[in-house]
């Protein structure tokens, strides 16, 4: 039951993040881009396809397509949809791993070439995939898991010519917990280095 609830809230989460830019004509700027991570995580429930069997945790890394609103001059609202380790996971290792987030991005002036920024992140995060203890060879039966998972992307943005900030490096710190059937619950606690362009 815990899952259907999950479900559905990621679906309300992942529309939502799309409705602002439907309206972008009317009420400010809109950016499209690519959100580039790489970073390591703990997680005592999924297999990492680049660990050994039984070990909680590993690398991350993903490529991500992301769209930001113009609330006003230094508040954003949009998205980041992971586009490599969904292709990739389930191409290669029969795996789903689908990780969307909604981002609050607020902004803060240093000078005319760099803004600082905070970015809170609330999505949801969806496995389908053997547990921990296995890996590429030897598999456990694959179960699905999903849950919330929030973060908080930190960094500076540097500004183009025209004074529009095209890129930005920054650092995102998250947890998730996951929720399963037969399984029990996950912990996934992590963090990465980030690089997003915006055109």
Not at 13 to 41: C, E, H, N, T, Y
Not at 99 to 113: A, D, Q, T, W, Y
Request: glycine fraction near 12%.
């Amino acid at each position: 039951m815990k899952i259907k609830y999950s479900c559905i809230i990621a679906a309300v989460m992942i529309l939502s993040a799309f409705v602002p830019l439907s309206f972008a004509q009317q009420k400010g700027d809109v950016r499209l881009g690519i959100l580039v991570l790489i970073g390591g995580r703990y997680d005592d429930l999924r297999m990492c396809v680049a660990s050994k069997s039984g070990t909680k945790g590993g690398m991350i890394a993903d490529l991500m397509l992301t769209g930001r609103y113009a609330i006003k001059d230094q508040l954003d609202i949009g998205f980041n949809v992971p586009v490599m380790r969904p292709i990739l996971f389930g191409l290669a290792f029969k795996m789903v791993q689908f990780e969307p987030e909604m981002v609050l991005e607020i902004k803060k002036r240093v000078n005319n070439n760099i803004d600082f920024f905070a970015a809170p992140s609330l999505g949801i995060s969806f496995h389908y995939g053997p547990d921990y203890k296995s890996d590429r060879i030897n598999r456990s039966s694959s179960f699905f898991a999903a849950g919330p998972i929030a973060g908080i992307h930190l960094g500076a943005g540097f500004k183009d010519g025209n004074g529009m900030t095209k890129n930005l490096i920054g650092i995102k710190p998250f947890y998730a917990s996951l929720l399963t059937r037969g399984h029990g619950t996950g912990t996934v606690i992590g963090g990465a280095l980030e690089y997003q362009h915006a055109w």
